[in-house]
């Protein structure tokens, strides 16, 4: 696990903090499709993703999901931060949206380790500041985009955190995580086709304009 830990995490921490991420963590490998956090859970443990691409997802009161963002190589969560420092409940649910790799972190040591590197503070700063800023993106996507525009947005965000230009996700899964209809989804994509953006299989989305 050291080793991982210094590929993905040795330009931002010290050895003795990456010695102590060592001591303490968790090594823990995802399959694609699993549930890491569910909404309304206590959250024990802090991820620090190593490899793969976790999605985080909110859900409203009728149990239809949104897309808040992707957790790439390198990234924590700042829900996860927030909900382990005030000892509340996730607000939020994660899922791997591709094989993943993880060390999970004690939540004891969060508070310990802000005060005793500098590292670690910076760290957790920048990551409330990198996911504020998707979130506010998602906002924006929502308030001020056609969904068309969205579609094409998050088709785009999918080929990229997963590098490949083929979308393994039926309309139904697209239309969830949109938080629209399955009807729509097929219909915008379909215009897509059209205008030569996309081709559509059965199984399948390819993206021809990345």
Known sequence: MIQELKDNYGHLFEDDLLNEINQVGTYKE???GFKMMEIGQYVRAMPLLVSGVI???REDNDGDELL???LEKG??????L???LGQ?????RAIAETDAKLIMIPIEKMEEWSGKYKSWRNFVFESYHNRLNEMLETIDSIA????????????KEKSRVSEDNIIHNTHQEIAYELHTSRVVVSRLLKKL????KIELHRNSIVLKDI
Do not use: N, Q
């Open 55 to 57: 999605k985080i997802l």
């Open 75 to 80: 990234d924590t969560c700042a829900m996860t």
């Open 68 to 70: 808040l963002y992707f």
């Open 144 to 155: 001020f985009l056609k969904m068309d525009e969205r579609l094409l947005k998050y088709l």
């Open 88 to 92: 509340t409940k996730s607000e939020i």
């Open 30 to 32: 995802v399959p694609e």
């Open 82 to 84: 927030t909900c382990c």
């Open 193 to 196: 086709e059209v205008l030569g």
